[in-house]
């Protein structure tokens, strides 16, 4: 017959077993309903993916738009849905930007499990934001969206129309940045990287060409004032798509021509300019690959020929199509 001591040490061994096994179901459905979420969406990092799907939260004072005041207007980090105009912004000093109103109908409000707090999230995908707040009397509308700065991508100018995405990647981002940076109808062009295995990743890294990242451009665009079909041909127009990791005098992996797609509407239509090129006899080294998380470089490398002045020394804009 087992002692009482015995019998309790047994009980809580199987109590033990049962809370971890509950806790890799658990942990299993959440990653399966992440799979889920992802389909179509922006891929996340692993920080972005906490707080977004599972509810993290940053620290406060740690976010990049805790204090930012430029007018323009605040996506979804998951799905470029509007979410917030800055005219609503205001500054809290509580550690993460805050807002007293959101655009119409991009927001859901549910209360938290504990029954204390009203969480917010993306009306379109479901994303975690952060938390509202009502009766504290920072300004006339008396509410306050409290939002992580890593749920949220901003857009310089306020915009009535939700942008579409495109990632391109044609040798040194300098000179890419700087051609598409000068189109209409564009929101927003940064410079970064994207297809590599690493997190993080900085210039020097990449330099070494041990990362697999390209240098890229990220472009934020009206689709009613100019389409992702102009966008390519322009992208192709820029620089050498027949080289292979180079462009010109910039050699290494880093410089590939790549097209970064986020839709298969993308796909099909750099598949199909690709194969209008090759019936026009070129040769085409371009690569058509999925989207992965775009990192963004550091801020030396942003806007580089606007504020060095001149013109890219290895992208020139010749006619092709």
Known sequence: MLSKCKCFILIMVAVFMTACNNNAQTETKNMKTNDKIQDGKNPLTDFEQKVLLYKYTERPHSGEYETKNQEGTYLCKYCNEPLYKSL????????????????????????????RRTEITCASCGGHLG?????????????????????????????????????????????????????????????????????????????????????????FFNPDSVTYEKLLKIFFEIHDFS??????????????????????????????????LKEMSYTVATKITPAGVFWEAESYHQKYYERKGGRPYCHVHRKVF
């Not at 939700?162 to 044609?170: D, L, N, S, T």
């Not at 050699?251 to 970064?260: H, L, N, P």
């Open 131 to 219: 938390h509202v707040f009502e009766g504290e009397g920072y300004t006339d509308k008396n509410v306050r969206h409290c939002v992580n700065s890593v749920s949220l991508r901003f857009i310089p100018a306020v915009i009535e129309k939700k942008p579409e995405r495109a990632v391109f990647a044609g040798g040194c981002f300098w000179g890419v940045e700087y051609y598409f940076s000068n189109l209409p109808g564009i929101y927003k062009v940064t410079s970064g990287y994207m297809g590599g295995a690493v997190e993080n990743p900085t210039y020097e890294m990449v330099c070494e060409g041990n990362t697999g990242h390209a240098e890229v451009v990220e472009v």
């Open 243 to 276: 080289q292979i990791n180079r462009q010109g005098p910039d050699v290494g992996v880093q410089y590939r021509s790549e097209i970064f797609y986020f839709s298969e509407k993308q796909k099909e239509i750099a598949e199909k300019l690709v194969n209008q």
């Open 88 to 115: 609503s912004k205001f500054d809290a000093q509580c550690g993460w930007p805050s807002f007293d109103d959101e655009i119409p109908g991009s927001e859901k409000r549910t209360l938290d499990d504990d029954g």
